[in-house]
């Protein structure tokens, strides 16, 4: 973040390179354009797996083996398993480019402007959690936000003389695509897909964009995504293993497996350019 806001200072006071007219700047008018930058994942190394040995649709039992021992006492990280083996540890979360294009409309009251814009994006930052069992074996469970699409407001004010620099605050809905994908060394059970890859949030940030020319700017923006991703489901049934099988000594039918964390976010830092007409 203070990287952004010493980025954002050069380029509030840069001398542009473009003359500028002698004209003060009007920013009202339609404008398409678009963004490229980096996105972060926030830390959740303390996530979990949880289960529903009954189906009955509440988590949070606990998977036993016919001992009564716990299944999953090796514990639980927020990354991608090593191996089959919890002392082996996990990856981090995989931070990644995102890219963006988007149209908008501001309206310039003055020193204060108003607007609003859609946009529509690809990411590929991805987040991982992994249970490890008693086998052993690992269950690591990736999601991550694919195609995504927004609508922001935005609330501005020219700088300057010529007020050719806007800093703004934004913030609207957000959808997306999640892929999620499983991986898992347990080859013996058998395992069903039921998430609902679409899910929806919000998305926020602040910005600064200089115009460099009558039909051309460019800029800085700092953007945090939020996405409720509470449907991501996995069953987990018997497959080639005897009746005796953890997952299935409660329910025949199998086990379901959720994540912990019903939140997946993102914190972004993009250059921007836009095209005004």
């Known amino acids: 973040m203070s990287k952004f806001i010493l980025a954002a200072a050069v380029i509030a006071t840069a001398t542009p390179a473009f003359a500028q007219s002698a004209e003060p700047t009007n920013w009202t008018g339609f404008y398409v354009g678009g963004r490229a930058g980096y996105s972060f994942q926030p830390g959740d190394g303390d996530e979990t797996v949880l289960f529903d040995n009954n189906l009955d649709g509440n988590f949070g039992d606990t998977v036993r083996t016919t001992t009564g021992a716990n299944a999953f006492s090796p514990g639980f990280c927020g990354g991608g398993a090593r191996s089959a083996v919890a002392a082996d540890g996990c990856t981090k979360d995989k931070d990644s480019l995102e890219f963006a294009l988007h149209a908008g409309y501001d ?159 993102t914190d972004n830092i993009s250059a921007t350019a836009n095209f005004r007409f």
């Open 107 to 265: 309206f310039d009251l003055g020193k204060v402007v108003i607007g609003g814009l859609a946009e529509v994006g690809m990411g590929y930052a991805e987040d991982s959690v992994t249970a490890f069992s008693t086998t052993p074996a690992n269950y690591t469970w990736t999601r991550r936000m694919a195609e995504n699409y927004g609508l922001r407001a935005r609330v501005g004010y020219a700088l300057g003389a010529q007020r050719n620099t806007l800093v703004y605050g934004t913030g609207g809905v957000v959808w997306a695509k999640m892929d999620n994908s499983f991986r898992s060394s347990n080859r013996a059970n058998a395992f069903q897909d039921l998430s609902d890859n679409t899910v929806f949030g919000w998305r926020a940030g602040a910005g600064v964009e200089q115009r460099v020319h009558k039909h051309l700017s460019i800029g800085l923006q700092y953007l945090h995504t939020s996405l409720k991703d509470d449907g991501a489901r996995l069953r987990v049934s018997r497959g080639l293993q005897p009746a005796t099988n953890p997952f299935i000594l409660v329910n025949a039918n199998g086990t379901d497996f959720k994540r912990s964390h019903s939140r997946f976010a």
